[in-house]
């Protein structure tokens, strides 16, 4: 699929990086059924995530000296790309590889940077993103879980919501309130680095729509937090969690959220030597979406490697990109069901009934559909 879609400004250092990925993922992924694989960066796990790592395919981006690769935003793309389109398990490492690393590399102290980053790098270390609470999604501002300072360190006393993975990953980076009131909004909140073993944690499961356990919700207790748990600047939460939202918003995993099943189906297209106009069509409709979203999810790319922030283009990329993800399943299932006494491969079904169960998420997670177009406006200035 991705061959078919050239995009010249990805350099070709980053380019000549495909063969090995796929070489590899062909071995690796060998055997696994197509729904189980339409999970991607949904589907964890961990030996996986440490066979890429023994590659030096995860921490791409952080520097040597921390056991990364060095290499720029690019080859990350690259990356990232051709393990979306396969349905590569991303999920135990991707938080830690996509957002936590760059955070901890950008604000954390050396001692942070020393320890946390070489074990990112060989995915021994996985981290969860806390940042939404009960009464707290889209007015995460309105937070209510509270740090406060003590003699040894931090007492952290609240719950969060949703977190993806916080029931086997290591740490949490949590956005919490740390001085003030809720009402203070902006002010007063800060990151903590939260290590999920400590005493007076607990997590429970949510399982969702399709009976996949991978979001929770995570109580503090009366948390004992030692000082060093404080990422970044006390009360700078807010500035450092807008930054870290470009990286969690821009990345192609908000466009191939339905790619398998997309190439899936046009495998099925291919297999037939009757594809009907409509279908063709519909193939060339889809595609025509994809290439400019790629090309604008390329661009965004550019400006992370120039050391920019584009959160506000990371919230339009994502915004369209979920969109055409949504679409896609839907259209799918309209065109299968369009002849239904034709044969239809069971493992397409099987895929497709997953896809369009799991995709009214895509809008909601990393922040909702209005929240995004109401960014995307006041960027503009139109409000
Ligand atoms: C699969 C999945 C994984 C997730 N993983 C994580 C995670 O790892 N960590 C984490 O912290 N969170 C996670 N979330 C939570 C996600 O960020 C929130 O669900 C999202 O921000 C919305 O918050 P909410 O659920 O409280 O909905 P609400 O904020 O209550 O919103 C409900 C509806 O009202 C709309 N709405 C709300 N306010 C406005 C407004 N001002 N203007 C217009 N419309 C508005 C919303 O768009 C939405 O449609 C995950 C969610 C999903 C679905």
Redesign the pocket.
């Known amino acids: 699929m991705i061959d078919a879609l050239t995009l010249s400004s990805i350099p070709e250092s980053a380019q000549a990086l495909r063969p090995a990925v796929r070489a590899f993922l062909d071995e690796a992924l060998r055997g696994r059924p197509m729904d189980r694989l339409a999970r991607s960066w949904?589907g964890f796990d961990a030996e996986f995530s440490r066979a890429l790592a023994a590659r030096g395919w995860v921490g791409m981006t952080l520097p040597q000296a921390y056991g990364g690769g060095g290499k720029d935003a690019f080859h990350r793309f690259v990356l990232a790309e051709e393990l979306l389109c396969r349905g590569a398990p991303v999920s135990a490492h991707w938080?830690a590889d996509r957002q936590s690393g760059p955070l901890i590399l950008k604000y954390g102290t050396a001692a942070q940077r020393d320890f946390f980053l070489p074990r990112i790098c060989k995915a021994e270390a996985f981290f969860?993103?806390?940042?939404?609470e009960?009464?707290?999604?889209?007015?995460?501002a309105g937070l209510r879980t509270r740090a406060t300072r003590t003699a040894d360190g931090w007492l952290l006393k609240g719950q969060?919501?949703?977190?993806?993975?916080?029931h086997r990953a290591h740490y949490m980076i949590a956005l919490v309130r740390s001085s003030g009131a809720p009402e203070d909004r902006h002010q007063g909140l800060s990151q903590m680095i939260v290590d999920l073993s400590l005493p007076g944690i607990t997590v429970r499961t949510i399982g969702?729509l399709t009976g996949d356990q991978?979001?929770n919700e995570v109580f503090f207790d009366d948390v004992l937090l030692p000082q060093d748990a404080l990422i970044g600047e006390e009360g700078a939460g807010w500035a450092q969690v807008t930054a870290e939202l470009a990286f969690e918003r821009s990345g192609p995993e908000r466009i191939y959220g339905s790619m398998l099943l997309f190439d899936a189906w046009l495998q099925h297209l291919r297999s037939r030597s009757d594809p009907t106009p409509a279908e063709l069509a519909l193939a060339g409709r889809i595609l025509a979406q994809l290439v400019p979203l790629r090309e604008m999810s390329a661009a965004l790319t550019a400006k992370l490697a120039q050391g920019d922030s584009p959160v506000i283009e990371a919230a339009l990329v994502k915004d369209l990109g979920t969109e055409l993800e949504q679409a896609i399943p839907n259209l799918l299932a309209d065109a299968l069901a369009a002849d239904p006494l034709a044969e239809r491969p069971e493992d397409l079904l099987r895929t497709l009934s997953y896809v369009l169960q799991v995709c009214p998420?895509f809008s909601?997670?990393?922040?909702?559909?209005?929240?995004l177009r109401?960014v995307i406006a006041r960027g503009l200035g139109l409000r």
Do not use: V, Y
């Open positions: 949904m938080i969860c993103i806390g940042m939404s009960p009464q707290s999604g889209s007015d995460l969060k919501l949703w977190t993806t993975n916080a969702d991978h979001f998420t909601l997670r990393g922040g909702t559909r209005e929240i109401g």
